[in-house]
Nanobody, 122 residues
Framework: QVQLVESGGGSVQAGGSLRLSCVAS????????MAWYLQPPGKQRELVAS???????NYADSVKGRFTISRDNAKNTMYLQMDSLKPDDTAVYYC????????????????WGQGTLVIVSS
């Protein structure tokens, strides 16, 4: 069994910063692409940023220049550094990963974390 656990959410004033972490644990053979999604209250979940196992990144236009995604493959951990936060960034942030389980290395499974709440006040 593989799971993702996010941490680092909280409340911050506009213009502030937060750093989210996502740790993968369990029967992991390999982590492929990992990503952060956000879901504002009453809205659909949307992609914030993604990062491949080789470090190639992709960002939503709304966070370019403010957020930085990174990962430490040795620690099975992904990060999201969020700077210049705005009230519109308020959401539950979810970690997502394509995980190859040691017990079944021929395929990957998409796994989600439980989410961490970020509140940005004006």
């Amino acid at each position: 069994q593989v799971q993702l656990v996010e941490s680092g959410g909280g409340s911050v004033q506009a213009g502030g910063s937060l750093r989210l972490s996502c740790v993968a644990s369990g029967s992991i053979f390999r982590l492929n692409t990992m990503a952060w999604y956000l879901q504002p209250p009453g809205k659909q979940r949307e992609l914030v940023a993604s990062i491949t196992s080789g470090g190639r990144t992709n960002y939503a236009d709304s966070v370019k220049g403010r957020f930085t995604i990174s990962r430490d493959n040795a620690k099975n951990t992904m990060y999201l550094q969020m700077d210049s936060l705005k009230p519109d960034d308020t959401a539950v942030y979810y970690c997502n990963a394509e995980i190859v389980d040691r017990r079944e290395v021929g395929r990957w499974t998409e796994v989600w974390g439980q989410g961490t709440l970020v509140i940005v006040s004006s």
